[in-house]
Structure formats: C-alpha cells, structure tokens
C-alpha cells in the first residue's frame, strides 16, 4: 500500500465578477449618456437644420455642405465661414475667424483631458473631435459626479454627431421651403444655448467674477478689435481670472510645506 499524501488538486475557476462588473458599467454608462443628451437634441435640430438651409442659400453645394459639418462639426465656427464666405472676404481670414471661434475648443480639450485616465490615445483622438459645447459641459458635470468613461462620452457623442449630420441633411434639401427663418426666430437658438450652457455652471467656485469678467471682455473686444476675436479674447480672460482665483493663499500654502 502506498502511504504517499497527495495534495488535492487545485481546480482554477475563472474570476468572471470584473468581466460582468465592466460590462454593467458599460451598459448603464452608455444609457446615462443617451439620457442626458436627449434633452439636447430638441435643441441641436432646428439649429442644424438652419445651417444647412443658410449653408445651400449661400452657395455650397449639398455635397460641400455635408463635408462641412462632417469634419469641421464646430457649429458656431460653420455659422462664421459662411458669414464670412457671403462678404466675399479671402480665404485665409475666413481659416483665422474660424480659429479664433473654436480657440475655445484648445480650453476645453485641455480642462477635459485631466478626467480622461480611462481612454487610451486613440480614444482621446476621437474625443477630441468630438468635443463641443454640449459634450464638455455634459463630461465635466459626469467626471465630478462618479468619473468620465469612454462607453458614456461616446454614447453622448455619438448622439449629438449623428443628431447633427441628419438636420443638416434636412436643411439642406428642405430649407428653401422657409422662405425666412428669422421670422420664426431660429437666429436666437444660438444665443439662448449658449446662455443655457453657462447657467450649468453657476454651482462652480468664482462662477460670477468669471462670468462678470468674460463679460466684460468680450463685449470690450466687440466694440473695439470686433467680431470673432471677442469670443477667443474673453474666453482667455475668463480662464485667467479662474486660475487666479483658484490659487491658494500664501499662508495655506506655508503650512502645506511645513506639514509635509
């Protein structure tokens, strides 16, 4: 008889609790992303639907119009070209407005980027891309509120892209059926977005001297250096005002040194 002990034999069972985790996370983020983005999307088409028409009675052709928005996809930056396009100025003021306009966009990327430790490089490409108004304040409330992964930024992107390729479409075929759209007051989209876009942040430290301050300089640089640059000048003021209100005082920082 053999008195040898075996050890039992260890069974491996694959742990498959992250697998199912991952994947419930993924599903409620890409749900949570398509509910908060609905409410947008009532928005974006008539404002998209306007510029295709506006786009066509200015001279683009469909194809050109589409072209467009599908790889600029900066809608305040298209408004612009094809104001600019209409006054017959050169080229490449039309390429600086348009620089000037979505300058923003550099800020946004940059304040968007601190949260994205969850994307690989070739999804911050994409995101970047993707990033306009509606999607910064969307990822930014979300990275606060339980941290910004790629299924909920791309659920809400993808959203929008789509939402705004398919009204420009629209308008594009069908806006010479509006004889006038300012008479349906469609010209005031754009400011009431961006007014709603702003009011999401008044919960924010130093919302109202940044707010005051952007103001201020914006409306400075409209009546002086004019149209576009009030927009990339009072963004930059608002930016600065916020970095220097939001550093710390000198004796908390002396006891931060000393503590350490």
């Not at 017959?88 to 923003?104: C, E, G, K, Q």
């Not at 939402?163 to 059926?177: E, M, R, V």
């Not at 759209?181 to 977005?193: A, K, V």
């Amino acid at each position: 008889m053999n008195d040898k002990t075996y050890a039992p034999e260890t069974i491996i069972v694959p742990d498959r609790t992250l697998a199912v985790n991952s994947k419930t996370n993924m599903a409620s983020d890409i749900k949570d992303g398509i509910k908060d983005v609905s409410p947008i999307l009532f928005a974006i088409v008539p404002f998209a639907a306007v510029f295709g028409a506006v786009a066509i009675e200015s001279g683009l052709s469909f194809g050109e119009t589409m072209l467009t928005s599908l790889s600029i996809y900066a809608a305040a930056s298209q408004y612009v070209m094809i104001d600019l396009m209409g006054q017959n100025v050169p080229a490449w003021s039309i390429v600086l407005a348009v620089f000037a306009v979505n300058f923003r966009h550099v800020l946004y990327s940059a304040s968007i980027g601190r949260t994205m430790r969850a994307f690989s490089p070739l999804q911050k490409a994409l995101a970047f891309f993707l990033l306009v108004d509606p999607q910064f304040a969307s990822s930014e409330a979300r990275a606060t509120k339980s941290g910004l992964r790629p299924a909920y930024y791309f659920a809400y992107a993808a959203m929008i892209y789509s939402t705004w390729i398919a009204a420009n479409c629209i308008g594009a075929l069908f806006g010479s059926l509006i004889e006038s759209p300012y008479d349906y007051g469609l010209d005031f989209i754009l400011p009431l977005y961006f007014t709603g876009l702003v009011a999401g942040f008044h919960k924010r430290p130093n919302f109202a001297p940044v707010l005051a301050i952007s103001a201020s300089v914006s409306l400075l640089a409209w009546f002086t250096v004019g149209s576009p640059w009030h927009i990339t000048l009072g963004g930059i003021a608002g930016l600065i005002t916020a970095a220097a209100l939001s550093k710390p005082a000198k004796g908390n920082a002396k006891e931060e040194t000393a503590d350490a």
